[in-house]
């Protein structure tokens, strides 16, 4: 049987308004829909991967997200795209392993314009920064 995964902040996410989103201007001409599995699949993991990387999750990275999700097909679409890589990819070993099966360089791009936007809506920290470079490393 799978085992489900619970995000640590799923609860507390619709209770919170964390205020105004800063996030870069980097600008999105994808939405969610226009990924197909394994690029939701590796966009969900990596959001999973960099909101953990510097060990917290932030309520501007949580607003971020929210904001992103807003912009590219809803905000529940968004979350089930990150609880359903938790299926797929349940670890970072798993997930590395994915990323490289996103071959579009549309999707690519996409994908790395939405962690950057979440990276940059607080401190972007060291970690964060090694995980844009390795991206960008797996895929050129």
């Given amino acids: 049987t799978a085992t489900t995964f619970r995000l640590p902040w799923a609860d507390s996410r619709a209770a919170r308004s964390p205020g105004p989103v800063r996030c870069s201007s980097v600008a999105l001409a994808m939405t969610l829909d226009d990924l197909n599995r394994e690029e939701q699949t590796a ?5 999973r991967m960099l909101v953990r990387s510097d060990g917290q999750f932030s309520e501007a990275e949580e607003a971020a997200i929210n904001a992103i999700g807003d912009e590219l097909g809803g905000q529940g679409l968004m979350w089930r795209v990150i609880s359903q890589s938790a299926q ?5 070993a798993a997930l590395r392993a994915w990323v490289p099966k ?7 791009k996409f994908i790395h314009g939405v962690l950057a936007r979440v990276a940059a809506s ?3 920290t060291e970690h964060e920064r ?11």
Avoid: Q
Avoid at 43 to 47: A, K, M, Q, T, V
């Fill in 43 to 47: 966009l969900g993991g990596l959001i």
């Fill in 88 to 92: 797929d990819c349940p670890g970072e």
């Fill in 102 to 108: 996103v071959k579009r360089a549309e999707a690519r």
């Fill in 122 to 124: 607080d401190d972007t």
């Fill in 130 to 140: 090694e995980l844009l470079t390795w991206l960008r490393s797996t895929w050129t």
